[in-house]
């Protein structure tokens, strides 16, 4: 089955401890991005990947990072979490970018940081 | 950048009666239009989008209108069903500061009820 695969769903950690959401992909794309959706605000870009190792800062890049290191993993890096980290997060992802084919997002990572 | 508003933020509609979503934008140069469709627990799923050499476009009961013009577009849901009941989000595909990398930006959401 075609899928956007995140994980863990639900992360619950402390402010400053290391974490790493892990985003997969099995349909061959090219483009993956991050967003975050805070009540009020939509959703917003965090970092995008046109490609394997190319990775680039969204809307609100503070606090994160990304790596594309093969086709298929674009995983999501807080180094020092924080409260204002609090949020739902999705992956997702394109054949080949914004508009030339549809985003295809996955069920997202509910983070909650203490 | 782009701005995208969209209204109303709730809306509530009774089983069978039409729902419609009206976003604007302010890029002129945007050229793409989604719209996706997010259900308790689940990512945003496309529903249907628009480019901007068309004013409208059409998949069974749901519908999108764009107006270049005046910079919004809408989204029209007819005979609603519960099954309609979600948050509803519509985006606009702008260029990255005139290059050529492109990235969505999407309005606040609409949450439909279709009541009974």
């Known amino acids: 089955e075609a899928q956007v695969t995140q994980n863990p769903r639900y992360l619950i950690t402390v402010t400053g401890k290391k974490l790493t959401v892990t985003c997969s992909q099995n349909m061959n794309h090219e483009y993956m991005s991050w967003y975050r959706q805070d009540p009020g605000l939509g959703l917003r870009q965090i970092y995008y990947s046109m490609n394997v190792e190319v990775t680039d800062k969204g809307d609100v890049p503070e606090g994160y990072k990304v790596s594309r290191k093969e086709k298929r993993n674009f995983p999501l890096i807080l180094e020092s979490p924080s409260p204002n980290q609090t949020s739902l997060y999705f992956c997702a992802s394109s054949f080949r970018g914004i508009g030339n084919s549809p985003l295809h997002f996955g069920n997202g990572t509910r983070l909650t940081v203490t | 950048g782009e701005n995208v508003e969209q209204h109303p933020s709730t809306l509530s509609v009774q089983e069978g009666d039409s729902a419609v979503i009206k976003c604007t934008y302010s890029d002129s140069a945007s050229n793409y239009f989604p719209w996706y469709k997010q259900e308790l627990g689940k990512g945003p799923q496309l529903i249907i989008d628009?480019?901007?050499?068309?004013g409208e476009k059409k998949d069974q009961r749901i519908a999108v209108t764009l107006n270049k013009t005046a910079k919004h577009f809408s989204l029209h849901i007819t005979e609603t069903q519960p099954e309609d009941s979600a948050v509803y989000f519509c985006?606009?595909?702008?260029?990255?500061?005139?290059?050529?990398?492109?990235?969505?930006?999407f309005g606040t959401g609409t949450r439909l009820q279709v009541t009974l």
């Open positions: 628009i480019r901007s050499n068309v």
């Open positions: 985006a606009a595909r702008g260029l990255i500061n005139t290059g050529t990398a492109s990235k969505l930006t």
